[in-house]
């Protein structure tokens, strides 16, 4: 994708069609945004000086962030020669390397939100409560509740509704 459909395609609807409107372009289909999209881009008469001057500098500076270019400076020459090709200019993020988990060195410990550990390398401690406790299973539950029910005890201790008494 050329610089200028990269600069394009994060225009809106809106400032597309006011772009074609402001340099007297025809578009076949207004409703969306490719068609206006290579009317520009293929547009000898539309260059990006032309079609950016006429942004304000807030949007401009969006512009500029959205390409992953510098956003800094007030003057609106400065900016619309950096987004023109005036500094170094980095893909959109959907065209960005990828990187796949496979090529990335593994950490060597799981990240974890909050403070790390103090060593990496330590593994974690046992407390006497995790250590004393001991998990139980799904029978030994199922026995207890079993022999509770045997035995008689009532599940709540809330004496029965007083519309049962009548």
């Known amino acids: 994708m050329t610089r200028k459909r990269d600069i394009l ?15 007297g372009l025809e578009v076949s289909d207004r409703r969306a945004k ?3 999209i290579e009317a520009l881009a293929r547009s000898k008469r539309a ?10 500098r807030d949007r401009l500076k969006e512009l500029c962030r959205a390409l992953g270019l510098d956003d800094s400076g007030k003057e ?4 619309i020669a950096r987004l023109e090709g005036g500094g170094a200019y980095a893909p959109a993020p959907a065209q960005a ?3 796949f988990v496979s090529d990335a060195a593994a950490p060597a410990y799981a990240p974890r939100r ?3 550990p103090r060593d990496p390398s330590a593994t974690p401690r046992a407390t006497a409560k995790t ?25 709540s201790k809330r004496p029965p509704p007083t519309w049962a008494r009548c």
């Open 9 to 23: 395609s994060h225009f809106t609807r809106d400032e597309l069609l006011s772009a074609l409107d402001a340099l």
């Open 47 to 56: 260059s990006l000086h032309a079609i950016l001057e006429g942004f304000k």
């Open 34 to 36: 490719d068609p206006a």
């Open 131 to 155: 250590a004393s406790t001991k998990a139980r299973s799904a029978e030994e539950v199922a026995r207890q509740v079993h022999e509770a029910q045997l035995a008689g005890s009532p599940k």
């Open 114 to 116: 909050g403070r790390p």
């Open 76 to 79: 609106k020459d400065a900016i």
């Open 97 to 99: 390397e990828l990187t």
